[in-house]
């Protein structure tokens, strides 16, 4: 029975390395390699003996003001990943890795990653917490399995948190509007794969940003309470409240944006 302990510790041994230097690391009661910053709603790890971007300490105030966006409460407390390398990325997130990432949120909601790029790039960090505190936002405030699930909303969830995010990190106001002059935006909101994501999410964004002058927040409340209790749901959710198709919807924004009906702005 003394091959049955050692396997057994073996196992006990390989589980509790998840937690500081695996998976479970934001949930490790140590972060090897890692300073904290303690906010009153979120914990910042980031490298430590580093400057921590001062973005980071405006975790508090990007809560609060994707509370307001959405109109929902964030009760969980959160945990934000500076990952120090695309190492640490890989370790923390074998499920999801990828160097296209900016950011990623973890369908509890409590934990988000900030991926190397950003320095790389000399991105702004703030954007980013922001897109992703938008996702945590929904995340808490549906069932695990649903977040899961609504990854294959991308029109909904990325177009509002790019919104939220008022982020520049992708096309241009001005590239949207030239192209969406003369190319058809109904492939971006098909559902099918893109190849062209930088300019999906930019669309997916003044798409609701018009929904959202047009219809007004409270439309856009009950469409997303529906959306969020049935993520396969979200096209007939959409339809429900405001009384068209998607594709409907989106034939109708882009005769706006090429009539000049609407602005859109970085």
């Not at 997916?204 to 929904?211: G, I, M, S, V």
């Not at 339809?239 to 706006?256: C, L």
Request: charged share 25%.
């Amino acid at each position: 029975m003394q091959w049955v302990r050692r396997g057994s510790f073996a196992i006990l041994l390989l589980f509790l390395m998840l937690f500081p230097f695996g998976p479970l690391f934001p949930w490790s009661p140590v972060w090897p390699g890692y300073a904290v910053e303690k906010l009153q709603r979120a914990d910042v790890l980031y490298e430590e003996g580093t400057v921590l971007d001062p973005a980071y300490r405006n975790v508090d105030r990007y809560i609060a003001e994707a509370e307001q966006f959405h109109g929902l409460h964030v009760d969980k407390r959160l945990t934000v990943v500076d990952c120090r390398s695309w190492d640490d990325l890989r370790r923390f997130m074998p499920y999801n890795y990828s160097r296209a990432l900016g950011g990623v949120t973890v369908a509890t909601g409590t934990v988000i990653y900030i991926s190397p790029k950003l320095r790389e790039k000399n991105l702004d960090a703030g954007e980013y917490l922001r897109h992703e505190i938008s996702h945590a936002t929904l995340n808490q405030n549906q069932a695990v399995w649903n977040a899961l699930r609504m990854g294959r909303q991308a029109w909904f969830t990325e177009g509002v948190a790019v919104l939220f995010g008022r982020q520049r990190a992708f096309v241009t106001a001005k590239e949207f509007t030239d192209r969406a002059k003369k190319d058809d935006l109904q492939p971006v909101f098909s559902g099918a794969p893109t190849p062209d994501m930088r300019f999906a999410y930019q669309a997916w964004r003044y798409f609701w940003d018009y929904e959202l002058r047009m219809a007004g927040r409270e439309r856009f409340y009950r469409f997303q309470s529906g959306c969020l209790k049935d993520p396969d749901g979200c096209r007939k959710s959409f339809a429900s409240v405001y009384g068209m198709q998607v594709a409907d919807a989106v034939t109708r924004f882009q005769e706006d944006v090429r009539a000049g009906r609407f602005q859109a702005i970085d």
